[in-house]
């Protein structure tokens, strides 16, 4: 028994492609065959619709979440197969053989999960955002919303709603607003709650649109928006480049500007990076400990490399990284840190070519009018 657990993702397999061969088979049989033959409107009559083609789908997917023992495939798993052994067993009068060994297969697998539970505790591959979880969710409690309702309500349709398959098409077809008109509401209570579960259908769906296509959307525009950054930089050369902002560089960067010098910001901030931007300065948004970064910036061609921030630590490791590209490349640029207190100037000094300390300017200028 204790190799049994490994069948687990198999089992699922196997349910995955039978749900596929054998509705599909139906498909064939009956487009081939039922004309000719109306005494097989029984088998007809069993037959489900394309849905259970989507479930064998769904269990495929699942496959390799199992193999990884996640979480989230063992609650998906565990959910389908109720919903369809709860399903098959609505509609008993026209189960077959088939069925009873796919209801056998997908009850074993159940145990097996069940009995193997505390061994998915892995997370998910692609973990979820917040927004996309919401719009998931969202979605799920809508169909549950209009399933439930559907198979309450079934005798106030025509024709009537009897089983979950049913009821399942019926509130995807309401929820896209498709509305193909096979199946009607015939009474005020039937109308109402098709009514609102339009509203939630409209709500769901669109949420879940967002959701998904707005990260590509993003995506997409930053591809755009690299290809722009790296037609800009490439036209840069003799220029500098300040790893880092804080405010007492802003007088600098713009009297540097009206001069007409080149000079790219590299700015962690968000805000920050935004603000320059928005400014008309040449930002890269982006931490200057990397040497990618430092390469689109165009630091080969760069006569000045300037450490600006407030982060004693970070202008080490971005001196660290640009003096070890200055010697492995070659390169002639200057390395300069500009700092506001002596303090950790000394680690920092065999990496850099020459330090502006403002407090012992100020304290110079300070001390000579005196």
């Given amino acids: 028994m204790r190799d049994l657990r490994k069948l687990i993702p198999y089992l699922v397999l196997?349910?995955?492609?039978?749900?596929?061969?054998?509705?599909?088979?139906f498909i064939i049989f009956n487009i081939k065959y039922?004309?000719?033959?109306?005494?097989?409107?029984?088998?007809?009559?069993?037959y489900s619709g394309s849905t259970d083609i989507l479930y064998g789908v769904f269990l495929l997917l699942l496959y390799s979440g199992l193999k990884r023992k996640t979480w989230t495939s063992w609650y998906a798993v565990q959910g389908f197969l109720l919903?369809?052994?709860m399903n098959e067993l609505a509609r008993v009068s026209h189960i077959l053989i088939f069925d009873i060994l796919g209801i056998s297969i997908s009850l074993f697998t159940f145990y097996l999960l069940w009995k193997y539970r505390k061994e998915y505790v892995y997370p998910p591959t692609y973990m979820l955002s917040t927004e996309n979880l919401l719009a998931l969710s969202s979605l799920v409690l809508s169909m549950i919303y209009g399933i439930g309702g559907s198979l309450y309500l079934g005798q106030q349709f025509s024709p009537p709603i009897t089983n979950l398959t049913t009821a399942f098409y019926y509130t995807i077809e309401v929820m896209t607003t498709l509305g193909f008109g096979d199946i009607l509401p015939v009474t005020?209570?039937?109308?109402?709650?098709?009514?609102?579960?339009v509203v939630f259908g409209i709500v769901?769906?669109?949420?879940?649109v967002v959701s998904v296509m707005g990260p590509v959307i993003q995506k997409r525009l930053e591809k755009v928006v690299n290809i722009m950054e790296n037609v800009e930089f490439s036209g840069l050369k003799n220029h500098i480049i300040f790893c880092g902002y804080n405010p007492?560089?802003?007088?600098l960067v713009e009297e540097l500007r009206n001069r007409g010098i080149p000079l790219v910001l590299i700015v962690r901030d968000t805000e920050m990076a935004t603000y320059l931007k928005n400014d008309g300065y040449i930002v890269l948004h982006e931490r200057a400990d990397n040497t990618h970064v430092l390469e689109l910036a165009g630091i080969k061609r760069a006569r000045q490399v300037i450490l600006s921030s407030a982060d004693d630590n970070y202008n080490l490791m971005v001196a660290l990284i640009v003096s070890k590209l200055k010697r492995e490349l070659n390169l002639k640029f200057k390395i300069s840190?500009?700092?506001?207190s002596s303090k950790n100037i000394e680690i920092i000094n065999d990496f850099i070519d020459e330090t502006i300390n403002l407090s012992s300017i100020v304290k110079d200028y300070l001390i000579k009018n005196f």
Avoid: C, E, K, M
């Fill in 14 to 25: 196997i349910l995955g492609a039978y749900y596929i061969i054998y509705n599909v088979s």
């Fill in 34 to 46: 039922l004309a000719f033959l109306p005494q097989l409107y029984f088998l007809n009559s069993r």
């Fill in 83 to 85: 919903f369809y052994v």
């Fill in 188 to 197: 005020n209570a039937a109308r109402l709650f098709t009514s609102s579960l």
């Fill in 204 to 208: 769901s769906f669109l949420g879940s």
């Fill in 248 to 251: 007492i560089i802003n007088l």
């Fill in 337 to 340: 840190l500009i700092v506001t």
